[in-house]
């Protein structure tokens, strides 16, 4: 009988299931992937308070991973914000003219630079004359010489050698206490000097910049009288940058002379020039200008490569700067991030071993209507609910270890809310990625082997 | 063939529908088997566990099906409860071929058509009763507050409405299984399938759960019974004996 019969019997069964609506039914089965991935939220939570040391070292895993990333971005996006700070004091609208650049990167550059003929004040003297986009320009050079006062010695201070006195406004820097020179001091050569406030610390223990407005200080050989005290610049990779003394160009020459071939002497008796324009938007002007003026000087014409002098803007150095530690700093992020997949391979493990101890749970689950699908949503949303939170945790103490970092070495840190928005979304990504096998192990499990299993 | 065809496509059989159950009066068939085949490949040997059974239920019934261990009675089980599907032959659910139906599609049967009463229960360890008997209706997509007022009324139903908050540990095992006939009651499934219902159970509460089963039954609901024990299955209206992975007697005792 039954070939037959059962499937136009069958059919009238269907008037009881439009009875039953089939159609909203089917409808709701599909909204209710929304109902199954809010519960497996709930499933979730308490699948992970149920096993606490299971997800605290799930979490470690995690922490640490996105700590270290944290801690390396934030310190890294610190030291750039602090470079960058530090070499555009002087504003975009300053360049130099020296006789080498700053940066040499090959043994025949350095043979080449070093037989170009010294910047001298003649040059300048031209400059100041013929660049008509100047504003203001000066000259300096830079010398290290020990310094004595009273029973306060050191043997190597930052001597800088600056004319005219307008060089202090183009180098950037601030008076604290006392004055700059005048332009009368600075063209007779007289002993006076400004200096950096860690001068006042060493040498003047117990009393204040303004206190030592005034006294004398030996260096070099030679005796100075303070008549101002800077502003803090404060430190640039643990180096203090507030550790010097400031003199006339003219007293420095009268007191160690030009030309001699003194190892100390930075400049090696070539000098740098500095020219400031009145607006940015006039630097290139400036710069041809200046760079015709000595090219003229050094009787170069127009088939010449090389100029014989460098012209340096600031920002030069922040390109180089950057070039350089870019790849440093790439690799170092990927070295933090192999931490971060240490913490995945943690969160597989342990997600695998949850399928094993939970595949009871999965064959009741299937067994009551849930499709791969559903087991799928549900093992995921553990392993990104975990590592999301691990993430969050890793953001702050990532941030936190940053902090110390900053604190010990000295420099500002740039908190961004990006990077920890990157912190969470990361590791969620990491959860996807490692609750994806385990995920799909448990949702292919068949039924009728789960219900047997324990 | 054709008329097969017609049986898979419920559109066109709903707009065909032939009024056939009700003019005689009968009730309809939910499930028929038509010559089922199941085998195991064991590495070299195939192992025929069912060689071609046929039977057919109608809505409403209390059927037992018997057998000793080995019989073939609980791969036979698991083909009426859609956790499997036949190797050979064809399997008709409540007008639906699932036969051939792929994991998921077979995951909505279970979900819609199917109640399970298991011998170990199988809840949820760690949820209340309340979300053990909520467990079908989260995956049949029923809505937050229609599912809790669904699951209160199927506990009600077993007497246990009181103990919804309790954890499946917190129950005595008579309460666990009526907590798990609610969860296989909530969805209102076509079949009702116990396995060894009260194989876990002392006789008092095994009695209880038998008395239970028959009060369902005179409520309208079909129930398929697997078991061993001849008593338990003495308490259906029709038993089918499988030996061998053949039906050895189909015989109705009340």
Sequence with gaps: ?454 | MTEATVATSPRTAIFGKPDLASADGKAEILIAMQNIWKTYDMGSEKVHALHGVSFEVHRGEYLAITGPSGSGKSTLMNLIGCLDTPSQGDYWLNGKNVSEMDDDELARIRNQEVGFVFQTFNLLARATALHNVELPLIYGGIPGARRHEMAKQALTEVDLVDRMMHRPNELSGGQRQRVAIARALVNHPSILLADEPTGALDTATSYDIMNLFEKLHEEGNTIILVTHEHDIAARAHRVISIRDGLIEKDEQIK
């Excluded at chain 1, 996807?432 to 949702?443: D, F, K, T």
């Design chain 1, 1 to 454: 009988m039954f070939p037959g019969s059962a499937p136009t019997n069958l059919s009238t069964d269907l008037a009881f299931d439009q009875e039953l609506l089939p159609s909203r039914k089917a409808r709701s089965f599909r909204i209710g992937r929304l109902a199954a991935i809010w519960d497996a939220f709930f499933v979730a939570i308490a699948s992970l308070r149920q096993n606490k040391l299971r997800t605290a070292l799930t979490l470690v895993g995690i922490i640490v991973g996105v700590t270290a990333v944290i801690a390396v971005v934030t310190i890294i996006k610190g030291l750039d914000q602090t470079v960058a700070q530090t070499f555009s004091s002087q504003g975009s609208t300053v360049f130099t003219i020296s006789k080498r650049p700053r940066v040499i990167t090959s043994r025949e550059d350095f043979i080449k630079y070093n037989k170009r003929k010294d910047i001298t004040e003649d040059d300048a003297l031209a400059i100041f004359r013929l660049c008509s986009a100047c504003w203001r320009a000066g000259i300096a050079a830079n010398d290290v010489v020990p310094v004595k006062h009273g029973n306060q010695k050191a043997d190597a201070v930052a001597v800088r050698a600056i004319a005219p006195p307008s060089m202090f406004e183009v180098d950037g820097v601030t008076i604290d206490a006392g004055r700059f020179w005048s332009e009368a001091e600075s063209n007779s050569g007289q002993p006076v000097c400004v200096v950096g406030s860690d001068i006042i610390t060493n040498f003047y223990p117990n009393e204040s910049p303004e206190q030592a407005i005034g006294q004398d200080l030996w260096a070099g050989g030679h005796r100075y009288r303070i008549v101002g005290v800077l502003q803090p610049l404060g430190k640039i990779f643990g180096i203090s940058r507030d550790d010097r003394i400031v003199i006339p160009f003219a007293t420095y020459k009268k007191d160690y002379g030009l030309n001699i071939a003194r190892g100390a002497f930075n400049t090696e008796g070539s000098l740098v020039i500095f020219i400031q324009t009145p607006s940015a938007d006039q630097l290139e002007t400036a710069e041809d200008q200046v760079r015709a003026i000595m090219r003229n000087r050094r009787g170069r014409t127009f088939n010449d490569e090389d100029d014989g002098f460098a012209l340096e803007t600031e920002d030069v150095f922040l390109k180089l700067y950057s070039g350089a530690t870019s790849n440093i700093y790439l690799v170092t992020i990927g070295v933090a991030a192999i931490s971060l997949v240490v913490g995945g391979i943690v969160v597989m493990n342990i997600m695998l071993v949850s399928v094993t101890e939970r595949t009871k749970e999965i064959g009741i689950r299937k067994a009551v209507g849930a499709r791969r699908k559903d087991i799928l949503t549900q093992f995921l949303i553990e392993a990104v609910m975990v590592t999301a939170i691990g993430g969050a945790f890793g953001v702050l103490t990532g941030f936190g270890t940053a902090w110390l970092i900053a604190l010990a070495i000295g420099f500002p840190l740039l908190f961004s809310i990006w990077s920890a928005v990157l912190g969470v979304g990361v590791s969620s990504i990491v959860g996807v990625i490692s609750g994806l096998w385990p995920a799909w192990r448990a949702a292919r499990l068949d039924p009728i082997d789960a219900l047997r299993a324990e």
